[in-house]
């Protein structure tokens, strides 16, 4: 059933698709790949022509139904008990698959903090969002429930990708609540001298003060070298990185495999030491190149952390 789910979902989202193509993007040898598309044809879910293989509507009807059990379907709840016995953590969830792998399970990971995120909510909530690719799909899942939601930068960030800045971000998910959002202009790492004068900035220190009382902290966790090289860190601090053995970062935080201190950026928003004041965390991340990084933060985790990861993470911290 699962197998057939994830076709059906994958050729819904990318339709009309060639079976080679199909077989590839799922991991499934051509051979076993025929027959399912055989078996659903069969079942009239999917039309098979010569543009390729389409849902049908029969299929389109089946995935709307099961849409809403999807999430409990993916879960590996085997996993997250496990987790919860080493780990003292607010709650641990665990979906099923690479999320470096398969589409799906990455946009699983951004619909389950949604959907922890929106069990928590209440009206006037400030909620800190720090930047990301997975934290960008966050919003597509997110529904309004409550009234005058308010989502801040939890840190400067120009300088990434544009729609992975925590300033589009927070457009993306007031946009989805009806809610309100607020802007930082600075970067993610600046001098302690413009840091003192960025400060202030009006604009700047009413972000600084929502950041120390907002509720809800939405994250993810990165590979060092990967979020030093997307930030642009001069030669210098990625000598430092590779010296020190950083293995994740967080909030301008590298840390190494004991979760030490190996290079802290000078910047404005959240720092880790805010966090265990906040009602919850919801840390995300997935993907084997991420799994170190896990591993790592899990050791300065604050407890009201929510982890959500998928089970390459997961199977790495229970090893």
């Known amino acids: 059933m699962l197998k057939r789910l994830d076709i059906l979902g994958y050729i819904g989202a990318e339709q009309p698709i060639g079976r080679r193509t199909l077989s590839k993007q799922l991991g499934m040898t051509e051979r076993v790949l025929r027959r399912e598309v055989e078996e659903l044809a069969a079942?009239?879910?999917?039309?098979?022509?010569?543009?390729?293989i389409s849902l049908s509507g029969s299929g389109r009807e089946v995935l709307r139904e099961v849409e809403p059990f999807l999430t409990l379907i993916e879960s590996r709840n085997d996993l997250a008990g496990q987790l919860k016995d080493r780990y003292s953590l607010k709650d641990i969830i665990v979906v099923r698959g690479d999320a470096e792998e398969n589409p799906f399970v990455k946009e699983e990971l951004a619909k389950l903090t949604a959907e922890q995120l929106t069990e928590q909510l209440f009206p006037g909530a400030v909620v800190s969002v720090a930047g990301g690719s997975t934290m960008a799909l966050v919003s597509k899942f997110l529904r309004p429930k409550h009234e005058d939601l308010l989502f801040i930068p939890a840190r400067g960030g120009l300088g990434e990708e544009v729609a992975y800045q925590s300033n589009s971000i927070v457009g993306y998910l007031a946009e989805a609540t009806e809610g309100q959002h607020r802007m930082l202009y600075a970067p993610d790492s600046i001098s302690e001298a413009s840091l003192q004068s960025l400060k202030a900035e009006p604009m700047v220190s009413e972000i600084i003060?929502?950041?120390?009382?907002?509720?809800?902290?939405?994250?993810?966790?990165?590979?060092?070298?990967?979020?030093?090289?997307?930030?642009?860190?001069?030669?210098?601090?990625?000598?430092?990185?590779?010296?020190?053995?950083?293995?994740g970062e967080a909030f301008g935080f590298y840390f190494d495999a004991d979760g030490e201190l190996v290079h802290k950026v000078t910047t404005i928003g959240l720092q880790l030491e805010d966090l265990g004041k906040k009602e919850a965390i919801f840390a995300v991340a997935g993907g084997e190149s991420k799994k170190e990084a896990v591993?790592?933060?899990?050791?300065l985790a604050p407890e009201n952390t929510i982890l959500i990861i998928d089970e390459v993470i997961a199977g790495h911290l229970l090893a």
């Open 43 to 52: 079942l009239n879910l999917i039309k098979v022509d010569a543009k390729g």
């Open 209 to 247: 003060e929502l950041n120390e009382r907002s509720s809800f902290v939405i994250h993810g966790i990165g590979d060092a070298f990967e979020m030093a090289r997307r930030r642009n860190v001069d030669e210098a601090t990625m000598q430092k990185l590779a010296e020190g053995q950083a293995v």
């Open 295 to 299: 591993k790592a933060y899990l050791k």
